[in-house]
């Protein structure tokens, strides 16, 4: 059994409308462009802003991943290159006293 959706405004307000000949857009009725972080699929179409909010804490996730990710790798790096210019300082000491 196939059921219809129709979606509506919690609002009550209607997106784009027609009056007096002029077409009345909502301020939030807003055109997106990019990748579906979820699918990878080309994102071309508009909706209420609203609507977009859980699209957009995804993809802003999946930005902070590779974020903190790209910060753990540079800590991993910045101690490696640390423990080593700290031994050279253990045998310039070590060289030193021997002298």
Known sequence: MSVEVTITCPLGSVCERIVDGKLERCAWY??????????????DEARCAIAW???????TNGKLDQ???????????TIKRQDLA??????ANKTIERL
């Open 30 to 43: 807003v055109k997106m462009v990019g990748t579906n972080p979820n699918t990878g699929e080309d994102v």
């Open 53 to 59: 909010q859980p699209l957009l804490a995804v993809d």
């Open 67 to 77: 974020t903190v990710s790209s910060v753990q790798s540079m800590r991993n790096e």
């Open 86 to 91: 700290l031994g050279v300082v253990a045998n």
